[in-house]
């Protein structure tokens, strides 16, 4: 289970940096060219946000099984923020991979309120971008490749 979960969290996280890069530029473009918001366009922040979230889930599942909990456990929440690599794992990377789906989630929200184009590219523009960087910031960039 622990390799499973492991191996499919590494996976699906190409697929998210994939779409939330996709979804971001496209957000970004369109609305500084002033172009109209099309049914693709929703698609690709529906489709970034139900991707984004199955990663959550996977992160959570992975973490629970893994031996993250036995490791706070065991060395304690004082050893582990004494740690920066410990730290970075256990802490840093889930709480800033939650806000960043929680900034995609808020911006999905946020976009569908809004009636014409500008607003709507606007609103997945900000948070989309946002979380972006949140993920780029965080990501264990020596255990990707």
């Known amino acids: 289970m622990l390799e499973t979960t492991k191996f499919l969290h590494s996976i699906w996280s190409y697929l998210v940096l994939a779409v939330l890069v996709l979804a971001a530029v496209n957000a970004l473009y369109k609305f500084f060219s ?74 999905y929200s946020k976009h569908k309120k809004k009636l014409t184009s500008k607003p709507k590219f606007k609103m997945i523009a900000i948070f989309y971008t946002l979380a972006l960087i949140l993920v780029l910031a965080k990501i264990p960039w020596s255990t990707w490749f």
Not at 76 to 98: A, C, Q, W
Request: proline share 1%.
């Open 34 to 107: 002033n172009k109209e918001f099309h049914a693709k366009d929703f698609r690709l922040s529906l489709f970034t946000l139900i991707v984004s979230h199955i990663q959550l889930i996977l992160g959570i599942v992975y973490f629970f099984v893994s031996d993250k909990i036995g490791l706070i456990q065991s060395v304690g929440m004082g050893g582990i923020m004494k740690d920066s690599n410990l730290r970075s794992i256990v802490v840093e990377h889930p709480f800033t991979m939650i806000i960043a789906i929680a900034l995609i989630t808020i911006g």
